[in-house]
């Protein structure tokens, strides 16, 4: 007989020795360990740390945002992970030295600690995302003593549009920009709703049809940066990404002119061919845009039943920004009605 389990006051009954494990499958056992352990880090050896590598203002402000906020989790997801396994080692129930008592239910001092902490974690978060959210706003203009660079961008299915009205020129799939230089985003859709997101420079803004929203980013190292769709759109959302041209401001002047000396303009007939579904469309500049081609998209769907446009433009209410504002034509709507 065995010695009796002090923690049930029963006997143990007796038993046969477990037999020993088969060396094959102590080696087997070991081996399929080891890939268990490796076949993650071979996995993320194929992922590109985009997010972690920024090459910009505030895409190096959004990764600290992140590392903080992780670390602060990790401030209770590590503590608990590690006492998960060691209290299921002390309190195993081949250790017969460990205290047992299975009546206790209660202590102040574990209570206080276990709730104080998260609390406190979820106070800096909250007022560090209050913080954040203000600070890295993408309505909010970068502060600067260079003059933003504005571009108008138009997703279509499955490419983008980037339209310069200051330098009357647009591309498609391609983005170029000067270094050290703020640029604005006047972002829209042609039809269905999109995500327009360049990971090393920061925040992703959405680009939805008969609305237009705003995003400001700086590039602070030259360098060719990957854009894509970061919302599924169809059949050719995987192939929807553009490369954006981080250059000098002398190399981006060379694209501005190498765009005005292109011989394809960018004519309304030339923009209703482009809203036609395609895949993989390839660069292309365009030297001539027609005027107005950015309101009359934001504008496509906001006309009365007689075809007249709702919306109107007028200078906008917001100072220094150059842009204009959508306003309801009073008019329109009760001829409408």
Same mark, same amino acid.
């Given at each position: 007989m065995r010695n009796p389990d002090p923690r049930s006051g029963r006997a143990a009954t007796a038993g046969p020795p477990p037999s020993p494990r088969s060396p094959l499958i102590a080696r087997f056992l070991r081996r399929a360990s080891l890939v268990a352990a490796a076949g993650p880090l071979v996995l993320l050896g194929g992922c590109n740390m985009a997010l972690l590598a920024p090459k910009g203002d505030i895409g190096v402000q959004e990764k600290n945002l992140i590392l903080i906020a992780l670390g602060l989790m990790l401030l209770v997801v590590i503590p608990v992970i590690l006492l998960t396994l060691w209290f299921a080692w002390r309190y195993r129930a081949s250790n017969t030295n460990a205290t047992y008592a299975p009546r206790w239910s209660h202590s102040t001092v574990i209570e206080v600690v276990v709730w104080s902490i998260p609390c406190v974690i979820v106070l800096t978060l909250g007022v560090l995302i209050w913080r954040t959210t203000h600070s890295l706003d993408p309505y909010r203009p970068i502060e600067s003593q260079v003059k933003p660079v504005h571009v108008d961008v138009v997703a279509l299915n499955w490419k983008w549009l980037f339209i310069y009205p200051d330098y009357g020129v647009a591309s498609v799939n391609q983005l170029a920009i000067p270094v050290?230089?703020? +640029?604005? $985003?006047?972002?829209?859709?042609?039809?269905?709703?999109?995500?327009?997101?360049?990971?090393?420079?920061?925040?992703?803004?959405?680009?939805?049809?008969?609305?237009?929203?705003?995003?400001?980013?700086?590039?602070?190292?030259?360098? +060719?940066?990957?854009?894509?769709?970061?919302? $599924?759109?169809?059949?050719? $959302?995987?192939?929807?990404?553009?490369?954006?041209?981080?250059?000098? /401001?002398?190399?981006?002047? #060379?694209?501005?002119?190498?765009?005005?000396?292109?011989?394809?303009?960018?004519?309304?007939? #030339?923009?209703? /061919?482009?809203?036609?579904?395609?895949?993989?469309?390839?660069?292309?500049?365009?030297?001539?845009?027609?005027?107005?081609?950015?309101?009359?998209? +934001?504008?496509?769907?906001? /006309?009365?039943?007689?075809?007249?446009?709702?919306?109107?433009? +007028?200078?906008?209410?917001?100072?220094?920004?150059?842009?204009?504002?959508?306003?309801?034509? /009073?008019?329109?709507?009760?001829?409408?009605?």
């Open positions: 050290d230089t703020p +640029v604005e $985003f006047n972002l829209t859709a042609e039809s269905l709703m999109n995500s327009f997101f360049i990971p090393q420079l920061g925040s992703q803004v959405y680009a939805m049809p008969a609305m237009q929203t705003k995003l400001h980013l700086i590039a602070n190292e030259p360098g +060719v940066y990957a854009g894509r769709s970061a919302a $599924f759109s169809g059949r050719g $959302f995987s192939d929807m990404h553009f490369d954006t041209l981080a250059k000098s /401001r002398a190399d981006f002047d #060379a694209w501005i002119a190498q765009a005005k000396a292109s011989p394809t303009m960018l004519s309304r007939a #030339a923009y209703e /061919r482009l809203t036609q579904p395609g895949e993989k469309t390839p660069v292309t500049l365009y030297s001539n845009v027609a005027p107005g081609l950015f309101d009359g998209v +934001v504008g496509k769907y906001m /006309r009365d039943v007689h075809g007249n446009p709702i919306c109107g433009t +007028v200078p906008s209410a917001v100072p220094g920004s150059g842009a204009p504002a959508l306003t309801l034509n /009073r008019n329109a709507i009760l001829a409408a009605e």
